[in-house]
């Protein structure tokens, strides 16, 4: 009798049927008892570690349709905490040309570094965040965070001076470490490889719909100048921050945790998410065992993904794109308007730049997962930022710059979330996949403190100085991402050797599993 209909007929077997007996032999079991989180876990994956089960065990499910549930329940939440957190570090450029500069008597230098000092510590405070995250319930720490830097955005509306803004955007940085690579590791923690670059574009998109809507807001927030004896860049701060603690406190009891205590889910389809997730990445057959990944906790999985050669190479193609993201984010209302438009015009352009950006960032996301390609799609963006950088440093026209920096915003927002997607998915076994995610940020984000120092008061109308930094970037973010991609397709091809020649039949799994990425088994995406 075949495996597979013993476990049909045998309810009380490791596994049980994987159909309605497994949600019977869990009710059975904890009948009288409410489970833990911790037992939930331990549950969960014991069933989809058991013996003998394999993908096929599950083929009575709709993958499509729990993929439907885990989307509806978490990328809508997901995205309006990323836009806000974007929200709230880039309506500075809001502010500062609806007086800000001029009311806290700041010269053109000063503005630059308290744009700077934000990403120092939020750059320096992003992988200690990551780390907390895999030990602590996501549905308590994003929120958490989230209560702070609402709280210090707030708070940024009653500063008096400029080092008051300083110190505020210190702390902004701090509290606002945590969210974006938290969320950016919490994908991965939902969804396999070839699907995460679309949830993690929908979440990104939220940054470009954040832009749109912070001009939006901007526009009409202005309107409350002298309300309660206040100027109208000081409301934009504080109905922002209130807003962001306000949308914090509804995400700690909408936020879920990880699949296996996902209550909209049932046993069976959480131990079907839980298997997909663990087995992914590795070469299937007869020649090449399935070997889970290890996703506990240890301290040499952090140390493997700081001595990562594909990290620190992705950082490069990372900044590559992030310094034309942080220039277009925190100076393009202030380019716009020194093309010779008013305020309120230059705050309403933004709207299609970002509305646009959106837009194409699923729309290629879409295609690279159903492709199953990465570098291909990011190669094509970066070539086409370099082209509206150009347009913007060879011409003095208003018209042509305002081309120019619309075409590589287009650009640039589908080519981030892709790249965050292609090392996640090099990066196996959770730990190290969220502590090299929280390295390729930390680190990557650096490039905003540069960025926030390329557009220079002095140098406007035309920021030639600036558009000509952010295109010298790109440059090397090309090159970067061919060295991945040779290396990548050097290695695949090596194991494809040693597999041939069943080198793999000399580890165990359990090294395998210790292994990871360098596993025998495993293949880089490209």
């Known amino acids: 009798m075949e495996k597979a209909e013993v476990l049909k007929q045998d309810p009380d077997s490791p596994t049980g049927s994987l159909n309605k007996p497994l949600a019977a032999r869990h009710e059975h079991t904890h009948s009288h008892s409410k489970l833990t989180k911790a037992e939930e876990i331990a549950q969960i994956d014991a069933l989809a570690a058991a013996e003998g089960v394999t993908l096929a065990s599950f083929k009575h499910l709709d993958e499509k349709k729990i993929l439907r549930k885990m989307d509806l329940r978490l990328i809508p939440m997901l995205a309006l905490l990323y836009l806000l957190s974007f929200l709230d570090r880039g309506n500075i450029g809001n502010a500062k040309i609806e007086g800000l500069t001029e009311d806290l008597h700041m010269t053109g230098p000063q503005y630059n570094w308290c744009l700077t000092v934000f990403f120092f510590t939020y750059s320096a405070f992003e992988v200690p965040s990551n ?21 210090v955005m707030t708070l940024m509306g009653i500063v008096q001076s400029y080092h008051g803004l300083l110190i505020a955007r210190i702390f902004l940085g701090v509290t606002e470490a945590g969210l974006f690579p938290g969320v950016a590791y919490y994908i991965t923690m939902w969804y396999c490889r070839h699907e995460a670059q679309l949830r993690q574009a929908l979440f990104f998109s939220a940054a470009s719909i954040a832009g749109a ?7 009409g927030i202005a309107h409350m100048d002298g309300v309660g004896g206040l100027a109208g860049w000081r409301w934009i701060f504080i109905l922002e921050g209130i807003l962001t603690v306000l949308v914090a406190i509804l995400a700690y009891f909408i936020l879920f945790d990880f699949p296996e205590t996902a209550s909209f889910l ?9 298997y997909r997730l663990k087995y992914q990445g590795q070469v299937q057959g007869h020649t090449a065992p399935q070997v889970a990944q290890d996703d506990q906790f240890r301290w040499k999985y952090v140390k493997s993904a700081f001595m990562d ?27 716009i308007k020194a093309l010779g438009y008013q305020s309120s015009t ?36 970066l070539c086409i930022m370099a082209v509206g950088f150009i347009m913007c440093i060879s011409s003095h026209k208003p018209g042509v710059i305002y081309a120019g920096v619309f075409i590589a915003a287009c650009a640039l927002y589908p080519a981030f979330p892709g790249n965050i997607t292609w090392l996640s998915n090099n990066l196996a076994g959770s730990t190290k996949r969220a502590t090299g995610q929280a390295i390729q940020i930390a680190i990557g984000n650096l490039a905003g403190a540069m960025a926030s120092n390329f557009y220079r008061s002095k140098d406007a109308p035309h920021y030639i100085l600036g558009h000509a ?36 039949n000399g580890y165990t799994p359990e090294e395998m599993s210790a292994l990871g990425d360098r596993a025998l088994t495993f293949r880089y995406i490209l």
């Open 346 to 381: 230059a705050q309403l352009l933004t709207v299609p730049i970002y509305i646009t950006a959106a837009v194409l960032a699923i729309g290629v996301a879409y295609l690279s997962d159903r492709k199953g390609k990465r570098s291909p799609f990011i190669l094509v963006c």
């Open 131 to 151: 780390l907390l995250l895999k030990k602590l319930r996501p549905s308590i720490w994003l929120p958490t965070i989230m209560v702070c830097w609402g709280t």
């Open 213 to 219: 809507f912070s001009g939006l807001l901007a526009y």
């Open 469 to 504: 930094l952010e295109l010298s970037f790109i440059g090397v973010g090309i090159i970067a991402l061919i060295i991945l991609v040779i290396n990548y397709r050097r290695i695949n091809a090596k194991r494809d050797r040693q597999m041939a020649g069943g080198m793999h």
């Open 266 to 274: 049932t046993p069976e389809e959480r131990a079907f998410v839980v």
């Open 309 to 335: 050669w594909q990290i620190w190479v992705n950082i490069w193609v990372y900044w590559g794109i992030v310094c034309p993201l942080y220039g277009i984010s925190l100076f393009l209302p202030t380019i």
